[in-house]
Structures are given as structure tokens and as C-alpha cells.
């Protein structure tokens, strides 16, 4: 077994159905011809990672929309946005909540972030096409009161008829309960990366290769690891110590990205994390 395996297998105790697919990824990179030297450096990239689906088996970690809940004294998070068109102007939207994390839930060494080891992690994204991505990220500390707080979204979901109508689909789904996961590049690889490994593209076809059975890995929500990036436009969290936070694979033909820096991470301060959403309308 590769070191790389079991640093993540110590990391992360209860992701051993996961890891299995590292090792089956090594067997079939060597089954290909890819130099086992390749493989192994390609493995040393690999970080673990937990999946948020309604059809896991593990416990609850989120909630998927509203109710929106705050302290009394957090303002609702908002942007301000310019409007196009010969009025301009600028108009303030409330973000909309995508979800609520127990970060209590999630397993110490479950992922690779220095997540806080209780209390809510709220996820907001406006996803409009026409004026570009809203959102960003909340921490609610362990104990702290909270309480409803209503919100007014004022924008054109991608693929839905009003903020409204985003948001009552989320509820039908619901809560999302665990599952581990482990994660290797899957992104458009930039020329740093291909000049450390040359055989990636190879590689990253080999990991598809070996993806796993489970259906709902679509429409999922990832906290952790490495982003996945379907149409090749590059890594989200490209740049310095930056991590991926969460991605959500919940709209058609879009994924969401939270991102931010590990130190910003370390420092709470989620008031500094950049979403993106990449998609093909």
C-alpha cells in the first residue's frame, strides 16, 4: 500500500470503502503502463474529502435551504449589484442560503481543512447568470442564540423561475448525511502542475475510470478535497494556500465552489471566502 493511502487511511478512520479506490486507481495507472514512479508522486496528491447526499448512510451534517438562522446581532448577509440598462443604479440582494452544516457531525480527520470543531456553517450563492455569483460563507459558534430571520433574494436563479422556487426545492431535499470520501486532481491542469507531473492527463482519465458506483455522487455536497471541475476551466481554488471549502453539484449543469485561504480558514474568517460557479447553460 502507498503512503500516500495510508497517511489518508490514519487521517480519516472511516473512509476505508473510499480509500479501496486509491488502491484500485494504482493497480489500473500500472495496468495502463504509466511508470509506477508517476503514480506514486500522482498519489501523494490525494486528500480526503466527505460527500453530503440524502441517500448516504452516515449521520446528518446539513440541511439543504431555509430556515435561514442568525444571531440577533448578524445583519442578513446581502451584496450590492449594479443594475444594467440606461436606469443603472445599485440594488442590494440578500444571498440565498444553500445550506447548514453541523460542523459537529463531520469526523475529526474526515477532511483536509482545519474546519472548527463544532457550531454552523452557513453556505450562500446567488447564482445569476446575467450578473454575475453572489455569496459567501457564515460561522455560527457553538451556543450562540439564533433566530429566524427572513430574507428577500431579488435576482434570476440559474435554471429557476425565482429565488423562491430555488429555495423550496432545496427544502424538499431536505437534510444530507455523510459520506467519506478521498480525492485526487480533476481539474484542467495549469503548466505548473504538468510540468511536475507529465503523465496527469493520463492519470486524471484513469481516476474517472475508477469512480465509484454510487449514483447520488451527483448533485452532492462536497466539503474538502479536491474540486471537480467538469468543463475544464481550471482549479477553483487555484492560488497560495487556498482550499476548496465546499462544492455543490445541486443545479443543472452547474457547480458551485466555496473557496478561501487555509489561513483565513484557521482564522474564521469566512467573511473572506470567494464563490464561484462554473456552468454551461
Known amino acids: 500500500m502507498h503512503e500516500a493511502v495510508r497517511a489518508v487511511r490514519r487521517e480519516a478512520p472511516g473512509a476505508a470503502g473510499a480509500l479501496d479506490r486509491l488502491e484500485r486507481f494504482q493497480d489500473a495507472a500500472t495496468g495502463s503502463g504509466i511508470p509506477a514512479v508517476e503514480t506514486e508522486r500522482w498519489l501523494n496528491l490525494a486528500r480526503p474529502c466527505v460527500l453530503l447526499a440524502r441517500e448516504a448512510d452516515g449521520p446528518v451534517v446539513a440541511r439543504l435551504g431555509g430556515p435561514l438562522l442568525l444571531p440577533p446581532d448578524v445583519a442578513t448577509p446581502s451584496d450590492p449589484y449594479e443594475l444594467g440598462g440606461p436606469d443603472g443604479g445599485v440594488r442590494h440582494a440578500d444571498h440565498q442560503l444553500i445550506a447548514t452544516l453541523d460542523l459537529a457531525a463531520i469526523p475529526e480527520g474526515a477532511t483536509d481543512l482545519p474546519l472548527p470543531p463544532d457550531g454552523q456553517l452557513l453556505l450562500f450563492a446567488n447564482p445569476d447568470l446575467e450578473i454575475g455569483l453572489a455569496g459567501g460563507a457564515l460561522y455560527v459558534p457553538a451556543g450562540v442564540a439564533v433566530e429566524e430571520r427572513a430574507t428577500a433574494p431579488d435576482y434570476e436563479p440559474y435554471e429557476y423561475e425565482s429565488p423562491e422556487e430555488l429555495d423550496a426545492d432545496l427544502r424538499r431535499r431536505g437534510e444530507l448525511r455523510l459520506a467519506h470520501d478521498v480525492t485526487l486532481p480533476q481539474h484542467a491542469f495549469d503548466a505548473g502542475l ?30 474538502g478535497g479536491h474540486a471537480w471541475d467538469h468543463e475544464d476551466w481550471g482549479d477553483p481554488a487555484a492560488g497560495q494556500d487556498r482550499v476548496l471549502l465546499a462544492q455543490w453539484e445541486g443545479l443543472p449543469m452547474a457547480t458551485v465552489y466555496w473557496t478561501m485561504t487555509r489561513q483565513d480558514l484557521e482564522a474564521l474568517r469566512f467573511d473572506r471566502v470567494t464563490v464561484t460557479m462554473y456552468s454551461n447553460p
Open 194 to 223: 504538468l510540468a511536475r507531473h507529465p503523465r496527469a492527463g493520463d492519470l486524471r482519465e484513469v481516476w474517472e475510470d475508477t469512480r465509484d458506483d454510487r449514483p447520488w455522487r451527483v448533485r452532492t455536497l462536497q466539503i
